[in-house]
């Protein structure tokens, strides 16, 4: 007890700015974590310049059962956005982070579930990455994702003859390097990596392999890998 009020009594006189920065984080991960319907958990906002909204139908629920941590990465300014269409779900199983530009739209009816974090270290999405979801989207534990995905179930568009939606499966542990698009119907199993620059839809990947191409194809087999370097 006596180590933390000394630390603090440091940061008052050497750092004495960071206490009302310290003190808006909390103000404002208060406020957010009311947004939250179900589950326990809270938000936590480790910037106090992170433009964060919340968008919820009165029908939506927000559900996490872990902590929801929005961290900035260098030369991010976008905003954050959860926005839950009437009768919609967003659901977060455990422990995650976003950085600035991550968003989830949902239009009515549909549900997006993430995993959180299990055995790495952490999850999340970096930054700049839009989920749009117009059914269902499931992502397992450990997810790791990189800048500038699009992930989405559906073409938003009708196109004659086709079915315009098709459900989105990532299984656990899955790694999505930067500037990928996951589009409707792909079904990826766990532990795999989808190389950069790939486009996957209406195809199904089995687990342990590293995805990548436009086409995708599997490069290779029975890989393994880990969100920290050894």
Same mark, same amino acid.
């Given at each position: 007890?006596?180590?933390? =009020?000394? &630390?603090? =009594?440091?940061?008052?006189? @050497? ?13 404002? #991960? ?5 947004? %939250? ?11 106090? @310049? ?9 029908? +939506? &629920? ?15 300014? +976008? ?16 422990? !995650? ?6 968003? @989830?739209? =949902? ?7 993430? *995993? ?17 979801? #117009? &059914? $269902? ?5 450990? !997810? ?5 995905? !699009? %992930? ?8 004659? *003859? ?23 119907? +792909?079904? /990826?199993? &766990?532990?795999?990596? %989808? ?7 209406? $195809?199904? @990947?089995? #687990?342990?392999?590293?995805?990548? *191409? ?14 920290? /370097?050894?």
């Amino acid at each position: 007890m006596i180590f933390y =009020l000394k &630390k603090i =009594l440091r940061v008052i006189i @050497f750092h004495p700015i960071k206490i009302p920065l310290y003190l808006i984080c909390k103000i404002r #991960s208060r406020y957010y974590s009311l947004k %939250i319907d179900e589950g326990g958990g809270k938000i936590i906002i480790t910037n106090p @310049f992170i433009n964060f909204t919340i968008k919820k139908h009165k029908t +939506s &629920k927000l559900i996490i059962k872990g902590c929801f941590k929005l961290i900035p990465q260098i030369g991010g300014i +976008s905003p954050i956005v959860i926005s839950i269409g009437p009768n919609s779900r967003v659901q977060i199983d455990g422990d !995650f982070c976003v950085g600035q530009g991550v968003k @989830f739209l =949902l239009s009515s009816n549909s549900t997006l579930t993430i *995993g959180g974090k299990d055995k790495e270290s952490a999850s999340g999405i970096t930054s700049d990455t839009l989920i749009m979801v #117009s &059914k $269902k989207i499931e992502i397992g534990k450990d !997810f790791l994702c990189a800048w500038n995905i !699009f %992930i989405t179930d559906s073409d938003w568009h009708q196109i004659v *003859g086709q079915d315009p939606q098709s459900d989105v499966s990532i299984g656990d542990h899955v790694w999505i390097a930067n500037s990928n698009n996951i589009l409707k119907g +792909s079904i /990826i199993g &766990k532990n795999c990596i %989808i190389a950069s620059n790939s486009k996957i839809t209406n $195809k199904v @990947f089995p #687990s342990n392999v590293l995805i990548g *191409g436009i086409p995708p194809k599997v490069l290779k087999q029975n890989i393994e890998w880990s969100r920290d /370097i050894l």
